[in-house]
């Protein structure tokens, strides 16, 4: 058996091969998923990105030495298989391949470090540190195919909304979300950080004309957290636009969300249905609750919540069995959101910051925000910066900067909604939290 590809190329995915190309000869590529012996018959589940589909090999068929040939094969070999295509109604997905030649590319170790088949399952952290074996599992990668087409459709909507897509830099001189959570890096003979957010840059950008950017990129958040809603590097979708207030932007986040579920539905009913989820895709517009209402709601549930406290996970839990699904929480306390949020022009001790809840996690926040110099000047000192690190985006407000607002949604924690799994480590392919740095 040959362990090179010569002239073999793959014909087919195995989710391609179906009782209309009953008879035809295909070549596929994959991954032995199992391979089970019963003396006059061996048959193979191949996988390969998109699918499990079985191999037939009947020792009265094919020949003696080709049938010993598939004996010696074991669990995880790659191969290449050349086979017709045949209706059958045992196997399953209606169809199996009878093989007439096969080549074996490549040998797996064994015993494996976890099971791909999940018979016997694994625990996070032995999934984690054999992360590519963990991925081929069926059940993993659809995970990550949902994210992606999810990312994709962001991007598609995005766009039809007239949003230009940017890239700002990750190496940064200064925090923007509050100076705890920074990753401090060495910069040459300088101290520099990695990005918090694109946040100062996304309002510079309004100043620069650009009117509605956006950014899917990662973010460093140096939190010590060791939850299932945390990690330390993520990937987050961020837009700004200019002329634009609060709820011009509540609006679009809103019908992004609902959008992208419709299309994920669309576009992902096989992912979906391995992992047994029914997604939901909620009508717009979203409920509104007042922070107000929301300390009440969570005193009421016999949680403690004084008013001008962000949510403790407790408030979050509290407000999550009263509100099921996606809703806003909007007039938040000006002192507890960041100094580039907007007061309310009623009420300056709130402001026009909202967040983005499903259930009881939190998606997305954002705001409309400060665009006069004085008062940004004032915010920052307030908040205990000091407005010369600023200096480069204090700037951008001095020669004629619109009024805009903009949000920040964490890819991440997107997905887990869409998904409906319950750590966050189980939607990123190589997580980054407290305690892993590799793979
Ligand atoms: P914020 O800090 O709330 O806002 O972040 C926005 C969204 O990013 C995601 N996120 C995280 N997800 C997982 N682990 C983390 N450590 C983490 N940190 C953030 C969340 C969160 O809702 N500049 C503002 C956005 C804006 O106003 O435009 C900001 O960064 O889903």
């Excluded at 991954?31 to 191999?55: A, K, M, N, S, Y």
Aim: aromatic share 10%; charged share 30%.
């Amino acid at each position: 058996m040959s362990d090179s590809l010569e002239k073999w190329k793959r014909t087919h995915y195995s989710k391609e091969v179906n009782q209309d190309i009953n008879g035809e000869t295909v070549t596929l590529m994959g991954w032995i998923h199992e391979i089970r012996d019963l003396g006059g018959i061996i048959f193979i589940l191949l996988r390969d990105r998109d699918g499990i589909i079985q191999v037939t090999a009947p020792s009265k068929k094919i020949s003696t030495d080709f049938f010993k040939e598939i004996r010696k094969l074991k669990k995880e070999a790659v191969i290449a298989i050349k086979g017709s295509v045949q209706k059958s109604s045992k196997a399953p997905g209606g169809v199996e391949i009878i093989p007439d030649a096969l080549k074996l590319l490549n040998e797996a170790k064994l015993p494996l470090p976890l099971d791909i088949t999940e018979k016997v399952k694994a625990e996070i952290d032995t999934r984690l540190d054999a992360r590519f074996l963990d991925l081929r599992k069926p059940t993993v990668s659809a995970i990550f195919k949902i994210k992606s087409r999810m990312l994709h459709s962001v991007r598609l909507f995005l766009e039809r909304e007239g949003f230009i897509e940017v890239n700002t830099p990750k190496l940064v001189a200064s925090a923007t979300e509050g100076g705890t959570e920074l990753f401090p890096i060495t910069y040459f003979e300088r101290e520099a950080f990695l990005g918090q957010s694109p946040q100062l840059y996304k309002q510079m950008m309004m100043s620069a004309g650009f009117d509605k950017v956006y950014e899917i990129a990662p973010i460093f958040r140096a939190e010590e957290h060791d939850t299932l809603r945390h990690l330390n590097e993520v990937i987050s979708v961020d837009i700004e636009a200019s002329f634009l207030d609060h709820e011009d932007v509540m609006n679009i986040l809103e019908r992004l969300v609902s959008t992208v579920l419709e299309e994920v539905q669309d576009n992902c009913e096989t992912e979906l249905k391995l992992l047994e989820r029914d997604l939901f895709v909620p009508e717009t517009p979203f409920e509104r609750i007042d922070y107000d209402e929301v300390v009440d709601i969570v005193n009421s549930k016999g949680t403690l919540m004084r008013y001008g406290e962000d949510l403790s996970r407790a408030a979050e839990k509290a407000m999550g069995e009263f509100m099921d699904g996606y809703h806003f929480i909007t007039g938040w306390p000006s002192d507890i959101k960041p100094f580039y949020v907007m007061p309310s022009d009623e009420n300056p001790k709130k402001s026009y910051a909202f967040d983005l809840m499903y259930k009881d996690l939190e998606i997305s926040s954002g705001a409309r925000r400060v665009h006069k110099y004085d008062l940004l000047v004032e915010r920052i000192k307030k908040q205990g910066l000091n407005p010369e690190s600023f200096e480069r985006y204090l700037a951008a407000f001095e020669y004629g900067i619109p009024p805009h607002a903009g949000w920040g949604l964490g890819s991440e924690r997107f997905t887990m909604c869409i998904t409906g799994v319950n750590n966050i480590r189980e939607t990123v392919l190589f997580p980054r939290d407290r305690r892993r740095l590799t793979p």
